[in-house]
């Protein structure tokens, strides 16, 4: 399963931001996943998926590039909005490359916003 947690007033602002950023990344390109991500210094990268014959990538694993390509040292957030059941292992994996443990929301398209710990 996707998350753990509801949605709830919880959820702090700055999270809910990236959380609509990768809804409006999914619905705006017709794409399977839509992804953002925070550095530390707050800065947002927002993502879909790629799907080239040659370059297959996911909305998280994208949205980690850009950080990572335009300088970004740490992540102190992530969220994905998917069609898919499970997070694959390489996108946590993206995410913990810059260091800690970065809490990624997930949530199906239209589902409850849950909080994945990274692995």
């Not at 993206?94 to 199906?108: C, E, F, K, Q």
């Amino acid at each position: 399963m996707l998350g753990t947690m509801t949605e709830s007033t919880e959820l702090h602002p700055e999270d809910r931001k990236i959380v609509t950023l990768a809804r409006s990344a999914r619905a705006r390109n017709g794409v399977p996943e839509g992804a953002a991500v925070r550095d530390e210094t707050g800065r947002t990268y927002v993502a879909g998926t790629v799907t080239l014959d040659s370059l297959q990538l996911s909305a998280l694993r994208t949205a980690v590039a850009m950080a990572v390509a335009s300088g970004a040292r740490s992540l102190e957030a992530a969220a994905v909005v998917t069609t898919a059941d499970h997070l694959p292992p390489e996108d946590r994996s993206a995410v913990t490359d810059l260091g800690g443990p970065t809490p990624i929301r997930s949530s199906r398209a239209s589902g409850p916003i849950g909080r994945t710990a990274p692995r």
